[in-house]
Nanobody, 125 residues
Framework: QVQLVESGGGLVQAGGSLRLSCAASGRTFNIKNMGWFRQAPGKEREFVAAISWISSTRYADSVKGRFTISRDNAKNTVYLQMNSLKPEDTALYYC???????????????????WGQGTQVTVSS
């Protein structure tokens, strides 16, 4: 099993920045793709960004140019730098990973095997 713990969420004004972190522990060998998703109240969980083992990245159109995903494989940690935040970015942000498959990082919930508990991001207008 892999445990994922997110941190770095909080309350920020529109236009501000936050940096989320997600640390993996447990059976971390062979972790390949990692991703960030978010879920606002009453909405489905949606893809935000993903990164492969060799740091190729994918982004949702809604965050391109504002968010940056990165990872430190030695620390089994993935990050999400969020700039120019908007009220519509308010959501519970989840970290996810998959082991063994690799390839192009997926953008669907089903592409990932392990999930964190989430960290709340609230952007005030």
């Amino acid at each position: 099993q892999v445990q994922l713990v997110e941190s770095g969420g909080g309350l920020v004004q529109a236009g501000g920045s936050l940096r989320l972190s997600c640390a993996a522990s447990g059976r971390t060998f062979n972790i390949k793709n990692m991703g960030w998703f978010r879920q606002a109240p009453g909405k489905e969980r949606e893809f935000v960004a993903a990164i492969s083992w060799i740091s190729s990245t994918r982004y949702a159109d809604s965050v391109k140019g504002r968010f940056t995903i990165s990872r430190d494989n030695a620390k089994n940690t993935v990050y999400l730098q969020m700039n120019s935040l908007k009220p519509e970015d308010t959501a519970l942000y989840y970290c996810a990973c998959e082991r063994g498959r690799g390839g192009v990082p997926g953008t669907t919930v089903s592409a990932y095997d392990y999930w964190g508990q989430g960290t709340q991001v609230t952007v005030s207008s």
